[in-house]
């Protein structure tokens, strides 16, 4: 019995860190898209 708890809590352990690597991919993203989202803004100003 103690050994299947011992795999359930190796599995949670797993899904955490696969959640918290999609939280950092998603993190990195909105990121990029704001990097994005300035240079934009910086060159609609130089056109004016």
Known sequence: MLW???AG??????EGRRQEAEVRRQ?????RQEA??????AGGRRQE
Request: zero cysteines; charged letters at 55%.
């Open 36 to 41: 994005g989202g300035r240079r934009q803004e």
């Open 27 to 31: 993190e990195a993203e909105g990121r």
């Open 9 to 14: 809590g190796r599995r949670q352990k797993a």
């Open 4 to 6: 299947r708890q011992e």
